[in-house]
Each structure stands twice: as structure tokens, then as C-alpha cells.
């Protein structure tokens, strides 16, 4: 009896977990076009808003008035909560006067009179804005790379105080590694800073002081380029045996404190800043600003060296500075899947260079690789629509008795060779597939700038003129009509009809490189499910002429 209870269960829970599967996705993209969408656009508004207040502050300067310097202007406290083996918070008026520029291969990097990176500006073509503008990486009050806080309170405020002098007003980068000397010499010692600046716009950090202290260096707060929800930002850790720590924005209650560590970074979907370290183990507090966002400071006592980066996240970049840099970029529970699949992609990308053709071929070789799993399923579903009537006439004639009804189906299921969860399994296996493949086109900066055919110059935004999202909608919809599926409540079948529409709408403001992959994969479905039931119409049409072949041969006996 368990048996047969087990069979109806089957047949039960494949139609409630089929259906919560599509309802899932319904509900992923309904947030993003309800909730993500509007907390993006608010992003951006905020993002003009500081831009216009920076622009202020240059025309001021330009006039003839000097902006305040943040000598005037900081002040250094020990707040009730904080740990006192953390860096003081400071608060500052962030005016400063720039004292050294570097110009690198694709960017241009600005050092101010704290010596810190206060500005990095994308160069090159391939980053810029809405409006065609250079990109930087920064706004004007957050915490910038490179800031040293000493522990020593007193000494902190004079830092802030005193301007640091640079051995370059202006260095080029662009051909060959540069060096720049950055002194500050203070009452009870002098902080040095030298660095190495390389065409590609990472360096090498030797920071020192004369006499023994202790204080803190940043890699800076997050860039301030492109954080949505679509993606994770916030701080990473790389620890000692290569696992990651991901603190994201907003998360953080109270100031962490992290040994072991071998790398730290603040990034966005796109963009990151870096300090690491890979042959010494770093002690790292992260503490929270007034948004409970990460800042992350490294414990230094009298001299460190280290390495930084910051620019994109451009997987070739890392894995050149060091193949463990990679982890920096993360794509969330299934990285595991994603990481694989993005190697895959930049194989494809090195022979077909185009973004677009290899999201094509990419998700053409992903539908291969699980062709045995999705025709198992088609085949069961084809066969379950065959035996729907004979399904319903049992189960009519055992209304009154589930158990013989469970019973009789479990013998016609048998003796058929269908199995009821066969068409539910392989949509419910290919679902990590799907995210893994989201993340990586959610993440992977490299489709910046990339066109594809005609119309698609950048896969990275949205289509401009919605073809792709229609055409997808398209295939789901004609997916969903030679799809075989027994859905039998009202409700159900109504959501099912709506599904290419809902999607179709949310799809419009989709990355195209991603809507190409949905459209792709839902093509080769469409291709597949039509050839899987042209192969069940001639076999039953065989089953037909030998059923009549075997009837005459009957009558002529």
C-alpha cells in the first residue's frame, strides 16, 4: 500500500514542485523589476547628486577661492562602542588639494595632500558613462585608499593637519613602472610612503614611520560606479587558506576583527580597490560607517609591504597580478558552478572574439551537456500526455478508492515505462545552471562596451530597443504551446498562460547579454521539444499501423 500512496505523492508533488519552480522565477524577476529597479534609479540619483556637488567645488577653486583644506577641518574621536584596537574615526570635510598625478596605461590616478588615492579616472573609451564621460571610480566624502589612521589619538589629529609632500608633481606610468616618494613629517615621527606604479594600475606599497608606531592603512571604501542589486558589494577577505569573507553593504553591526588574512578589497559589481599580501598574513578590523557598510583597515606596526590594485574587475587583470586574486571576483552560492563557467566563456571568447557569439555558443554547449537530461524529460512528459486519458478513466473509475486508483496507475506507469517525476527532475537540476550562468553575466565586466550584431552595442545594459526581451517572450511562448503538460487547476493554467508576458516585461530591463542567453536556450528548447514530439508522433503512427495490422491479421485467421 505504501507503494501506491507513493506513486499518487509522485504525481503530486511533481505538478506542486514544477509549479513553485516557475512561480520561483516569476517572484526573482518580479523583485528586481518592483524592488531592484526603483533602489537602482534612486542609486543613480544620489550618484548625480554628488557628482554636481564635486563639480561645484572645482568651479569654486577655478574662481580664484580656495576649497577648505582638511587640516581646517578634521577631527579625530573615540567613539563608546568602538574596540580600542581599532582605527579612530575620523571626520572630515573632504576638500583636498591634489600634489601628485599618475598616468597609467587606462587610467589616471590623483594623490591628495593626505597622501591618499583621491581619485582614479578610467581613460579609456570602453569605460564611461550614460553621458560618455571618463568614469571615476570614486565620490567626494568617502574613504579613500591609501588613508593612514594612527592609533595614537593625538598624533591622528596631527596627521590630518599636516601636508604631505610628494617627489612627483606628475608621473607616466603609461610605458614603464614609476616611482613616487610620499613623506609626512610629523612632530614625533615621519610617515613614508614609496611606490611602484605599473602601466597596468597596480602598485607596490612600502609604508614606514621613523619611530616605532602603530597605526592603520585602507584600501579605501568600495568604488562608488555601479552598485545595484543585481550584484553583490561591500568588502572581501582572502583568507590564509584561500576561503572568502564577504561582509556586504549594510550588514555590518559592530567592528570585526580578522587574522590570518592574505587580501582585502572594497568592491562593486564592476569595480574594485585592493591591498594584499600573499607571502604574509594581515590583521584586518572592518568597521562600520553610518550606513553599517564595511570599511576595512590593516593593523601596521611601523612598516608594511604590500601590493594594491584598483580599477576593474577584469578576470585576465587578477589573475596577472596573482591567479588567487580572482577570488575578488565573486558570484554568490553558486560560485562553485560559475567559476567553471566563466572559464569557459573566456576560452570561447579567445578563439570567436565576441562577446556575443560566445554567450551563443556558450549556452549551446551547456544545452548539449545536459541534451540526456532535458530529452529524458521531454520523453516523459510525452509520455505522460499519452497516458493522460487512460490516467483520468482510472482514476474516475476509483474515485471512491485512492488505493487501487494509486495501484492501477503504478502497474499502467510500469508497464508503459513512464515515470512521474521524470518531466519535473531535469528542470529542477538545470536551476543552479541557470543562476550560475545569471551571476556570471551579472558580474563579468568584460561584456562592458562589447556589442554584438547591429543594434547591440553594449551587452551589459539593457537592449535599446527591446527585441531581444520580445523575441525571448516569443520562444516561451511557443515553448509553452508544444510543451506537453497536464495542468489541470484553473489557476495553475492561468498562471502558465501569463508566464511569457510577465516574463517578456521584466526581461525588458534585463542586461542584454543576459536576455541573449534566455533567448538562446529558450531557441535550441524550442528545437528540441519539436523534434522529441515529431519522434512520438511517428512512433505512435507505427504503433497505429501495427495495432491495425495485427487486428486484420486477426480477421483472416
Not at 541534451?371 to 478513466?393: C, D, F, Q, T, Y
Request: include cysteine; glycine fraction near 4%.
Amino acid at each position: 500500500m505504501g507503494m501506491t500512496n507513493n506513486t499518487l505523492n509522485k504525481q503530486d508533488t511533481q505538478k506542486k514542485i514544477l509549479i513553485a519552480t516557475i512561480i520561483s522565477f516569476a517572484f526573482f524577476i518580479g523583485y528586481d523589476f518592483l524592488y531592484l529597479q526603483p533602489q537602482q534609479q534612486k542609486i543613480e540619483q544620489e550618484k548625480k547628486e554628488q557628482l554636481a556637488k564635486e563639480q561645484a567645488s572645482k568651479t569654486i577653486e577655478a574662481n580664484g577661492t580656495t576649497a577648505p583644506m582638511v587640516a581646517n577641518t578634521v577631527e579625530t574621536t573615540l567613539t563608546n562602542n568602538q574596540d580600542a584596537n581599532a582605527a579612530p574615526v575620523v571626520q572630515i570635510n573632504d576638500s583636498n588639494e591634489i600634489i601628485s598625478t599618475i598616468k597609467t596605461k587606462t587610467t589616471k590616478i590623483e594623490i591628495d595632500s593626505l597622501g591618499r588615492i583621491a581619485q582614479i579616472t578610467l581613460t579609456t573609451n570602453r569605460y564611461q558613462d550614460e553621458e560618455h564621460q571618463a568614469i571615476k571610480l570614486f565620490t567626494p566624502t568617502q574613504l579613500r585608499p591609501l588613508e593612514v589612521r594612527f592609533m595614537d589619538v593625538a598624533l591622528n589629529n596631527e596627521a590630518f593637519k599636516v601636508k604631505v609632500e610628494a617627489s612627483s608633481k606628475e608621473l607616466d606610468a603609461s610605458n614603464g613602472a614609476v616611482k613616487l616618494t610620499l613623506t609626512q613629517k610629523l612632530q614625533t615621527t615621519t610617515l613614508t610612503k614609496n611606490l611602484t606604479i605599473y602601466p597596468d594600475g597596480n602598485y607596490d606599497l612600502d609604508v614606514a614611520t621613523t619611530t616605532k608606531q602603530n597605526y592603520f592603512i585602507t584600501p579605501g571604501f568600495r568604488p562608488n560606479v555601479l552598485v545595484d542589486a543585481y550584484a553583490d558589494h561591500g568588502a572581501l577577505l582572502i583568507k590564509n587558506d584561500g576561503t572568502l569573507n564577504i561582509v556586504e553593504d549594510e550588514d555590518l553591526d559592530k567592528n570585526s576583527d580578522f587574522v590570518g588574512i592574505h587580501a582585502v578589497s572594497a568592491f562593486d559589481r564592476y569595480y574594485a580597490t585592493v591591498l594584499y599580501n600573499f607571502d604574509k598574513n594581515l590583521q584586518v578590523t572592518l568597521m562600520n560607517d553610518n550606513t553599517s557598510s564595511p570599511q576595512a583597515f590593516i593593523h601596521v606596526m611601523n612598516s608594511a609591504n604590500l601590493h594594491g590594485y584598483v580599477g576593474p574587475k577584469e578576470y585576465k587583470t587578477l589573475e596577472a597580478l596573482d591567479t588567487r586574486l580572482t577570488g575578488v571576483i565573486e558570484y554568490g552560492w553558486f560560485t562553485f558552478i560559475a567559476k567553471p563557467m566563466f572559464a569557459m566563456l573566456e576560452y570561447i571568447y579567445s578563439y570567436v572574439g565576441n562577446w556575443g557569439w560566445t554567450i551563443v555558443i556558450l549556452t549551446i554547449l551547456v544545452k548539449l551537456i545536459l541534451l540526456p537530461l532535458s530529452h529524458k524529460g521531454m520523453v516523459s512528459m510525452n509520455r505522460l500526455k499519452e497516458l493522460a486519458p487512460k490516467i483520468k478513466a482510472i482514476q474516475e473509475k476509483y474515485s471512491d478508492d485512492k488505493q487501487k486508483a494509486s495501484m492501477h496507475m503504478m502497474e499502467l506507469y510500469k508497464k508503459e515505462g513512464a515515470n512521474p517525476m521524470g518531466g519535473c527532475l531535469p528542470i529542477i537540476l538545470q536551476i543552479p545552471v541557470f543562476f550560475a550562468i545569471y551571476r556570471v553575466l551579472i558580474n563579468a565586466i568584460e561584456l562592458k562596451g562589447s556589442g554584438w550584431i547591429l543594434w547591440i552595442d553594449d551587452l551589459s545594459v539593457m537592449d535599446p530597443y527591446f527585441i531581444l526581451p520580445i523575441l525571448m517572450g516569443a520562444t516561451m511562448y511557443i515553448q509553452q504551446k508544444i510543451t506537453p503538460m497536464q495542468v489541470q487547476d484553473e489557476m495553475q493554467a492561468k498562471i502558465f498562460q501569463w508566464l511569457p508576458v510577465v516574463f517578456t516585461v521584466f526581461f525588458l530591463w534585463f542586461p542584454a547579454g543576459l536576455t541573449l542567453y534566455w533567448f538562446i536556450n529558450n531557441l535550441v528548447t524550442v528545437s528540441q521539444q519539436y523534434y522529441v514530439n515529431k519522434l512520438f508522433q511517428k512512433e505512435k503512427a507505427l504503433r497505429h499501423e501495427e495495432h491495425l495490422a495485427a487486428k486484420h491479421h486477426t480477421k483472416e485467421k
